[in-house]
């Protein structure tokens, strides 16, 4: 169920987002493979067809695609997911999932590694209750570039040694409760900023995402918060989400509310139960 946190919120940007880390441990509760990766070039949409067969009626099935280094390491490359509905229980099916577009070089010495699992949490939802699957074979369709670049090449100004990224105030975390059984993402963060007209702006987030590894029932809650001030006026606003998944629903409770000058000026409450 917790299978896609050592790949959790990657993208580019400031803390708390930023690359992937070391793919090992996601890894390690996977299905994978691996060979030489003969420096291949890679540019475009990865292609994984799999034959597979689960013993539940819903699941989900996750393909990723790393670079390991000599010492171990694992680095993402790109990912890939499918959400397997109505899925006829111990049948042999073939799904085909396509993985994000790359462009990646790998250098000598390296090795390409195909990782499966039926999860990529908290990237996507966890499927609704425990399972097993089994993967009979299949093949991976890689978007290989040969030859001369048809573009000049770019010109790149050289990068710091260390990132200024500065971490404090900036949470980014991963739990695992031993007893409970269950695995936790959570982040908090902001920033203080100044607009035009002599303005100020504060916006701050936190949220934390829970799955149960025995169950697969999560949680989720998260607040955010702006402000927008000059000497004259200020304003801000304030909402929360609770979200509980289990096994047939969603039940999502957001709750918004609006100040100017301190006072309350608006609020709205949303609660609603979606079926999965």
Same mark, same amino acid.
């Given at each position: 169920?917790?299978?896609?946190?050592?790949?959790w %919120?990657?993208?580019?940007?400031?803390?708390?987002?930023? $690359?992937?880390y070391d793919? #090992?441990?996601?890894?390690?509760?996977? %299905?994978?493979?691996?060979?030489?990766?003969?420096?291949?070039q890679? %540019?475009?949409?990865?292609?994984?067809?799999?034959?597979?067969?689960?013993?539940? /009626?819903?699941?989900a099935?996750?393909?990723?695609?790393?670079?390991?280094?000599?010492?171990?390491?694992?680095?993402?490359?790109?990912?890939?997911?499918?959400n397997?509905?109505r899925?006829?229980?111990?049948?042999?099916?073939?799904?085909e999932?396509? $993985?994000?577009a790359?462009a990646?070089?790998?250098?000598?010495?390296?090795r390409?590694?195909?990782?499966?699992?039926?999860a990529?949490?908290?990237?996507?939802?966890? @499927?609704?209750?425990?399972? /097993?699957m089994?993967?009979h074979?299949?093949?991976?369709?890689? @978007?290989v570039?040969?030859?001369?670049? @048809?573009?000049t090449? @770019?010109?790149?100004? /050289?990068?710091?040694? #260390?990132?200024?990224?500065?971490? /404090?105030?900036?949470?980014?975390r991963?739990e695992?409760?031993?007893?409970?059984?269950?695995?936790?993402?959570?982040?908090?963060?902001?920033?203080?900023?100044?607009?035009?007209?002599?303005?100020e702006?504060?916006?701050?987030y936190?949220?934390?995402?829970e799955?149960?590894?025995?169950?697969?029932?999560?949680?989720?809650?998260?607040?955010?918060?702006?402000r927008?001030s000059?000497?004259?006026?200020?304003v801000?606003? #304030?909402s929360? $989400?609770?979200?509980?998944?289990?096994p047939?629903?969603?039940?999502?409770?957001?709750?918004?509310?609006?100040?100017?000058?301190?006072e309350?000026?608006?609020?709205?409450?949303?609660?609603e #139960?979606?079926?999965?």
């Open positions: 169920a917790d299978v896609g946190t050592a790949a %919120i990657d993208c580019a940007g400031h803390l708390p987002w930023g $690359l992937s793919q #090992r441990h996601d890894d390690a509760e996977s %299905i994978t493979w691996e060979w030489d990766a003969d420096e291949v890679l %540019i475009g949409h990865p292609v994984a067809r799999l034959r597979l067969s689960v013993d539940a /009626a819903a699941s099935v996750s393909v990723k695609l790393c670079d390991v280094f000599p010492d171990g390491t694992s680095a993402l490359v790109t990912r890939g997911s499918l397997l509905d899925t006829e229980p111990g049948v042999e099916r073939v799904v999932v396509e $993985l994000d790359c990646y070089a790998f250098e000598p010495g390296q390409l590694r195909l990782s499966v699992a039926g990529d949490w908290p990237n996507t939802v966890a @499927p609704p209750t425990p399972h /097993a089994t993967v074979g299949g093949e991976l369709e890689l @978007p570039w040969s030859g001369a670049s @048809p573009h090449e @770019p010109v790149l100004n /050289a990068g710091d040694e #260390r990132s200024s990224e500065d971490t /404090a105030g900036t949470v980014w991963v695992r409760d031993v007893l409970a059984r269950t695995t936790g993402c959570v982040v908090d963060h902001g920033s203080t900023y100044a607009v035009p007209h002599d303005g702006a504060t916006e701050h936190r949220g934390r995402v799955v149960d590894t025995r169950s697969f029932d999560q949680r989720v809650e998260a607040e955010a918060h702006f927008l000059w000497p004259e006026v200020e801000s606003t #304030r929360t $989400l609770d979200l509980a998944v289990g047939d629903a969603y039940d999502v409770d957001i709750w918004l509310e609006a100040r100017a000058g301190g309350v000026v608006g609020e709205r409450r949303w609660q #139960r979606l079926p999965r």
